[in-house]
């Protein structure tokens, strides 16, 4: 059912499309329309370099001008990096990470030579420069993905932290997921974000932007939303049916394929719905007649654009 519908949906609307995909900017920079944010030019190097989308996760804000530090920082899900002088009054200037892990209370009191032997614990690899362990599935991920020269040293042993088990680094957070399948278990804490609110920024720095040329935008996800003029109507009548369409960073789709199947007691009908306007709305009035009082009509709304599928559910009740 699901896939002919969305079918049809697309054999309707083969106009309606998305923006291409997303490449480098003039300045050097890099539009991620995954969150709104350009990675600024003068940080794509290190980003590529250390760890990339998987390690760093995607920008959260644009490069700012620290307005404690004075100099210009970016923050992704995962990571702050700095762009910082080597010496004062040089102008020579390189990029780094900040010791998030520090910064957002990770450390314990290192292990003393009485809670020895250290690194005879089978899986485990003890750090002397921090004197803590680092074991099993956290030990291999750290290793795989640029251990102390990345992460820096362990500032703490694995621990339980909102009922998940974590371990502090002086970089980042790693988390343990049991529950996913395979790989995948080990995963980066957002201490990105955690940083960003505790240094009480502008929230609007977080805000998701459009870039300058639309050519470096891509709709990568759907968001669509219905809503209904009455919720309790009449057995006869005519119901005013509302979808809205947003992407991913909630701006307005517009030309998006709907189409709507509503479902009453005597059968289910098909309807197919304007394009989405320029604030991403399409509407329409849907007439009925004779329904039995205390029946509930469910709205199921489908949504094609380009590659992207969506869908949403609504519903009115017939009352008297």
Same mark, same amino acid.
């Given at each position: 059912?699901?896939?002919?519908?969305?079918?049809?949906?697309?054999?309707?609307?083969?106009?309606?499309?998305?923006?291409?995909?997303?490449?480098?900017?003039?300045?050097?920079?890099?539009?991620?329309?995954?969150?709104?944010?350009?990675?600024?030019?003068?940080?794509?190097?290190?980003?590529?370099?250390?760890?990339?989308?998987?390690?760093?996760?995607?920008?959260?804000?644009?490069?700012?001008?620290?307005?404690?530090?004075?100099?210009?920082? !970016? =923050?992704? *899900?995962?990571? %702050?990096?700095?762009?910082? &002088?080597?010496?004062? #009054?040089? +102008?020579?200037?390189? $990029?780094?990470?900040?010791?998030?892990?520090?910064?957002?209370?990770?450390?314990?009191?290192?292990?003393?030579?009485?809670?020895?032997?250290?690194?005879?614990?089978?899986?485990?690899?003890?750090?002397?420069?921090?004197?803590?362990?680092?074991?099993?599935?956290?030990?291999?991920?750290?290793?795989?993905?640029?251990?102390?020269?990345?992460?820096?040293?362990?500032?703490?042993?694995?621990?339980?932290?909102?009922?998940?088990?974590? !371990? =502090?680094? *002086?970089?980042? %957070?790693?988390?343990?997921? &049991?529950?996913?399948? #395979?790989? +995948?278990?080990?995963? $980066?804490?957002?201490?990105?974000?955690?940083?960003?609110?505790?240094?009480?920024?502008?929230?609007?720095?977080?805000?998701?932007?459009?870039?300058?040329?639309?050519?470096?935008?891509?709709?990568?996800?759907?968001?669509?939303?219905?809503?209904?003029?009455?919720?309790?109507?009449?057995?006869?009548?005519?119901?005013?049916?509302?979808?809205?369409?947003?992407?991913?960073?909630?701006?307005?789709?517009?030309?998006?394929?709907?189409?709507?199947?509503?479902?009453?007691?005597?059968?289910?009908?098909?309807?197919?719905?304007?394009?989405?306007?320029?604030?991403? $709305?399409?509407?329409?009035?849907?007439?009925?007649?004779?329904?039995?009082?205390?029946?509930?009509?469910?709205?199921?709304?489908?949504?094609?654009?380009?590659?992207?599928?969506?869908?949403?559910?609504?519903?009115?009740?017939?009352?008297?």
């Amino acid at each position: 059912m699901r896939r002919a519908v969305v079918s049809l949906v697309a054999l309707l609307f083969l106009g309606a499309s998305a923006f291409g995909p997303a490449a480098a900017q003039e300045d050097g920079g890099r539009y991620y329309p995954e969150t709104g944010h350009t990675l600024a030019g003068q940080f794509v190097a290190f980003y590529d370099a250390h760890g990339g989308l998987e390690v760093l996760g995607y920008p959260i804000t644009d490069a700012f001008v620290d307005p404690f530090s004075g100099w210009l920082i !970016q =923050y992704t *899900q995962y990571a %702050r990096m700095e762009l910082v &002088p080597v010496r004062a #009054g040089t +102008g020579v200037e390189y $990029v780094r990470l900040s010791s998030l892990g520090e910064a957002l209370g990770g450390w314990q009191p290192p292990l003393q030579d009485d809670q020895g032997p250290f690194g005879s614990t089978p899986g485990c690899r003890f750090f002397p420069e921090s004197h803590h362990n680092v074991c099993h599935a956290f030990l291999d991920y750290f290793d795989g993905h640029g251990g102390p020269p990345l992460f820096g040293f362990p500032i703490s042993e694995f621990t339980l932290e909102n009922d998940r088990i974590v !371990q =502090y680094f *002086q970089g980042f %957070r790693l988390d343990w997921y &049991p529950e996913e399948p #395979g790989g +995948g278990r080990v995963r $980066v804490a957002p201490l990105g974000r955690m940083h960003f609110e505790i240094m009480g920024y502008d929230p609007a720095l977080l805000r998701p932007r459009l870039p300058s040329d639309m050519m470096f935008y891509q709709v990568t996800e759907l968001r669509p939303r219905a809503s209904v003029w009455q919720s309790v109507s009449a057995s006869s009548g005519a119901q005013q049916v509302y979808l809205v369409v947003r992407d991913q960073n909630s701006n307005p789709i517009t030309r998006a394929a709907t189409l709507l199947i509503a479902h009453f007691p005597d059968g289910d009908r098909t309807v197919v719905m304007p394009l989405t306007d320029e604030n991403g $709305v399409s509407q329409l009035t849907l007439s009925y007649e004779a329904e039995d009082p205390g029946s509930t009509i469910g709205l199921e709304f489908w949504v094609v654009y380009g590659e992207l599928q969506g869908s949403t559910r609504d519903s009115f009740r017939i009352w008297w």
